[in-house]
């Protein structure tokens, strides 16, 4: 008699990966050999080789493998005008500091504040092997619902986590001012609206509004370290355990402030089943698959994880929806006006067009959901 067919278990899903490095954002390789020389991460001879991570119209990324050793480097865009949004020494100290704090802060190797050869400020950290969530799910990653749910959980759950961090020692405790932060980020988003504005956009002016008139007259949560740009493409997941978190990426605009202004941007990038067209379009993740949480269900398990009710949720949504929106236009910007050659982002008016329209909708219904049938 014979038994049932066995099948070899799935391998797991594909780890990230570096490409060939892009056009116009190739690295020094003779100044960043010097670099790493003088810090003692790489002997005299040895190659030197750097590879791009994909994706990103911020910082870049590379891998450098340097000798026997990998490492990943940091550093602003090439034609950087906007020195708040790439801020590596912000980033560094960030990230010094939550150093036996939060087990996903990846560990930095190097920095340097002012290397001109290299982008100015930069810094080398340590390589985090995982899965990155982009656009599409990477190869061998089943989308089934189980999965989604459990990678929507971990994520808000890990979000949570990071808002618990003790920001009294001093590293952290300097890196903001929480009194009136929920206020400053209303009028300091608005402001960088105004200087990037390229095209009117009545969406735009609606949710600036919308924000001024709705501001919480105090957040019902304690100031924490805030990430400012929380979503799956920021997180490194283990292979073998999609809910397990390995790493969070991208700190260069933490700051402390009110957790639930961090809560609201990624609640702006959290599309859903039933979004309009066009918002489906724009994902920045696989959000809206069968199994996934949706923004009130992110809402409710971030409340239950904090043990406080999240108040008018609406607010930080549009505000999540508007700051990345202002994000788009400030790179469109450069490419309008010439700082940069980039004709990935020749594109980026007509997504910010579209985050108007999809923000002053949700303005008017007052709702986390997507639009009625």
């Known amino acids: 008699m014979t038994g049932p067919a066995r099948h070899p278990p799935a391998p797991p899903p594909a780890l990230d990966e570096a490409g ?3 056009e116009g ?4 390789k003779v100044a960043l050999a010097a670099w790493l020389s003088s810090k003692g991460l790489l002997h005299a001879g040895a190659p030197v080789a750097v590879r791009q991570f994909r994706g990103g119209y911020s910082n870049l990324t590379y891998l450098i493998e340097a000798g ?4 990943v480097f940091r ?5 950087n005008t906007v020195r708040s949004g790439h801020d590596m020494t912000r980033e560094v100290r960030v990230l010094r500091a939550l150093e036996g704090e939060f087990k996903q802060a990846p560990r930095v190797v190097a920095a340097a504040e002012n290397l001109p050869a290299l982008g100015g400020a930069c810094y080398l950290m340590e390589r985090v092997h995982g899965v990155i969530i982009r656009r599409r799910l990477p190869r061998g990653l089943s989308a089934t619902e189980d999965t989604m ?12 986590r990071l808002h618990t961090v003790d920001v009294s020692q001093p590293q952290l405790a300097a890196l903001g ?23 009117d956009l009545e969406g735009m002016k609606r949710m600036a509004q919308f924000l001024a008139e709705r501001l919480p007259p105090i957040s019902t949560l304690p100031p924490s370290l805030v990430h400012n740009d929380f979503k799956y493409d920021n997180l490194v997941l283990n292979p073998d355990n999609i809910g397990d978190v390995r790493a969070v990426l991208d700190w260069e605009m933490a700051t402390i402030g009110d957790p639930l202004m961090d809560l609201g941007t990624t609640l702006g990038y959290w599309v859903e089943a039933g979004d309009p067209a066009p918002i489906q379009a724009l994902a920045f ?19 239950a994880a904090r043990g406080v009710p999240v108040l008018d949720p609406v607010f930080y949504y549009v505000f999540g929806i508007f700051k990345i929106a202002v994000i788009i236009q400030q790179i469109y910007a450069r490419f309008v006006r010439g700082t940069t050659k980039d004709t990935r982002f020749a594109g980026l008016g007509a997504v910010v067009g579209v985050l108007a329209t999809h923000g002053a909708s949700v303005c008017d219904r007052d709702s986390l959901g997507p639009p009625s049938p």
């Open 20 to 22: 060939d490095e892009r």
């Open 25 to 28: 954002e190739r690295l020094d």
């Open 68 to 71: 026997d050793a990998a490492y």
């Open 75 to 79: 550093r602003p865009p090439f034609g």
């Open 149 to 160: 749910r459990r990678l929507s959980e971990s994520m808000i759950d890990t979000l949570a």
């Open 177 to 199: 001012r929480p009194e009136g932060y929920a206020e400053r980020q209303v009028v300091g988003w608005t402001a960088r609206y105004a200087r990037a504005k390229t095209d």
């Open 285 to 303: 993740g696989p959000t809206a698959r069968p199994g996934s949480l949706t923004r009130a269900g992110l809402v409710a398990r971030y409340a």
